[in-house]
T-cell receptor
Framework: RKEVEQDPGPFNVPEGATVAFNCTYSNSASQSFFWYRQDCRKEPKLLMSVYSSGNEDGRFTAQLNRASQYISLLIRDSKLSDSATYLC??????????????FGQGTTLQVKP | DVKVTQSSRYLVKRTGEKVFLECVQDMDHENMFWYRQDPGLGLRLIYFSYDVKMKEKGDIPEGYSVSREKKERFSLILESASTNQTSMYLCASNRSRRGILDQPQHFGDGTRLSIL
């Protein structure tokens, strides 16, 4: 089983829609979770960290469900500029203090006019 | 702002050449990473380093080596380039863990390497 699993999509939504992505992880000991955004042919960029209590940044809300081992990303009022691939990132199994993280393969979002 | 700089955006080399990809970060980060990214395969970790002169193999180290002589610089070396090493190469860095929390990684712009 992969350490991080995401539905690759693509998710095709109209502008203004609300869209949610889930990501499941296998390491129950994971403590750190992030969402990254990657535009076509560009590098991944940190979108937001995911905290146990959930967190919100403008139109973006991230939630953590430890019991079911998944994290989610909700995007409200989608904009054309939200079109990108969203990568789920967690602490790997057996992690030591080397900074290593595990990246999911990403979920592609296409927002249409 | 964290700055991770990769030496080339685009590079074309020939089969059998020795290829050097350079990465420099300016935030005094302890950890540095080299990934490659191919369509449908996501990010795959090649090598990483958690300290000067320290290196560890990632998931796909075959055909690659690395060098970390200074804290700010991490070099990826293709010993004898082959066509299956044509890919997008991404360098990243981060600080070591704070308490129990890992720190996010920050990426360079990437190098598109083509091996002919």
């Amino acid at each position: 089983r992969k350490e991080v699993e995401q539905d690759p999509g693509p998710f095709n939504v109209p502008e203004g829609a609300t869209v949610a992505f889930n990501c499941t992880y296998s390491n129950s000991a994971s403590q750190s979770f992030f969402w990254y955004r990657q535009d076509c042919r560009k590098e991944p960029k940190l979108l937001m960290s995911v905290y146990s209590s959930g967190n919100e940044d403008g139109r973006f809300t991230a939630q953590l469900n430890r019991a079911s081992q998944y994290i989610s990303l909700l995007i409200r009022d989608s904009k054309l500029s939200d079109s990108a691939t969203y990568l789920c990132v967690v602490t790997p199994r057996g992690s030591s203090n080397t900074g290593k993280l595990i990246f999911g393969q990403g979920t592609t979002l296409q927002v249409k006019p | 702002d964290v700055k991770v700089t990769q030496s080339s955006r685009y590079l074309v080399k020939r089969t059998g050449e020795k290829v050097f990809l350079e990465c420099v970060q300016d935030m005094d980060h302890e950890n540095m990473f080299w990934y490659r990214q191919d369509p449908g395969l996501g990010l795959r970790l090649i090598y990483f380093s958690y300290d000067v002169k320290m290196k560890e193999k990632g998931d796909i180290p075959e055909g690659y080596s690395v060098s970390r002589e200074k804290k700010e610089r991490f070099s990826l070396i293709l010993e004898s380039a082959s066509t299956n090493q044509t890919s997008m190469y991404l360098c990243a860095s981060n600080r070591s863990r704070r308490g129990i929390l890992d720190q996010p990684q920050h990426f360079g712009d990437g190098t598109r390497l083509s091996i002919l």
